[in-house]
């Protein structure tokens, strides 16, 4: 690493992360009162601070931080979104949901496939490649449309469910392309794989979900008055179980799990739901500030190597399945 004020130490990192904390906390008003998204501030704010910009900040990719950073975020994330969901929208409203899976998702893996082999050298393998990772949308760059009341509650329901869920349908094409392009010939079968990933991973947020919600008494537990912080915690530790059991051989979709662990309590605990939901924004506004702040910092050392326009495009999601 080069640069006068270059530095790796946790004291420069403590004040950088800080002084945004302190900034987005200033600007938050303003935020919710025009476009200005503070997700935005945040990435903006990494590729400055990185080695595309003054070089204040520089993270090693291959240590795998900004991937277990990314998973943190999404397991937190997704699990706030799953809360969010509706018992009387599931049942009345899931049909743009599921045209927004089973049809808008592909064709926008075309079209973004398309264009990279308009725009690019890649190949028509690779082109559809890019396709697959970019298709889906990402939970954390959608928590703020989903979070907001002034978006209409259909599309916010919508939204919501088809981020939570995309993971299962898209992780299969990107890994059978990835097969494709291995140069040791690698094996994959996409249909084996989509009954493990979505079965166990269903399978796992339904039964973590409804243990959960059946394990926490109503009022009292061992004597004492169960508290709303005492829930907000309990909710948070049922989100990073679920992602754990599922993700145990023969391995499931950690990241289904948790977002559909986080429906059933919510419908079956609603108590749960609104103690977690008024506590997490502040632990969503800290995971979303590391991870889009490490994710600039490395594409602006991608950048700086001149290597950014053969590395395809990067999101919390990807990074959190490449690991």
């Given at each position: 690493m080069t640069g006068p004020v270059a530095t790796t130490t946790f004291d420069t990192v403590a004040v950088v992360l800080g002084g945004m904390l302190v900034a987005g906390a200033l600007v938050a008003g303003l935020a919710r009162r025009s476009f200005l998204s503070l997700t935005a501030l945040f990435v903006f704010g990494g590729f400055v601070l990185g080695r595309g910009g003054v070089d204040v900040l520089h993270f090693d990719h291959g240590s795998g931080f900004v991937a277990s950073l990314a998973l943190v975020a999404l397991i937190v994330i997704l699990f706030r979104d799953g809360l969010e969901v509706e018992a009387e929208m599931l049942q009345t409203a899931w049909h743009l949901p599921l045209r927004k899976l089973v049809l808008a998702m592909p064709i926008t893996a075309g079209l973004v496939a398309c264009a990279a082999k308009l725009f690019t050298d890649l190949s028509w393998t690779e082109s559809f490649l890019v396709g697959a990772l970019l298709s889906p949308t990402d939970p954390v760059l959608s928590s703020n449309v989903v979070t907001n009341p002034r978006v209409p509650r259909v599309v916010r329901h919508s939204l919501n469910l088809e981020s939570g869920l995309n993971d299962g349908l898209a992780l299969p094409a990107v890994l059978a392309l990835a097969a494709a392009l291995d140069a040791q010939g690698g094996h994959f079968t996409w249909w084996r794989f989509v009954l493990?990933?979505?079965?166990?991973?269903?399978?796992?947020?339904v039964v973590v979900g409804f243990a959960a919600a059946r394990l926490l008494p109503l009022r009292r537990a061992l004597g004492a008055e169960v508290t709303a912080h005492q829930k907000s915690m309990y909710a948070l530790g049922t989100a990073f179980v679920a992602y754990g059991v599922a993700v145990l051989p023969p391995h499931g979709n950690g990241l289904i799990a948790t977002f559909v662990a986080a429906i059933v309590i919510g419908i079956l605990r609603p108590d749960v739901r609104g103690s977690f939901v008024a506590r997490a924004e502040d632990i969503v506004e800290v995971v979303?500030?590391?991870?889009?702040?490490?994710?600039l910092v490395y594409v602006?050392?991608?950048?700086?190597?001149?290597?950014l326009p053969r590395t395809r495009p990067i999101v919390p999601g990807e990074l959190a399945v490449s690991d």
């Open positions: 493990q990933d979505l079965s166990i991973g269903l399978a796992s947020g979303k500030l590391g991870v889009f702040v490490a994710i602006g050392t991608l950048a700086r190597r001149g290597r």
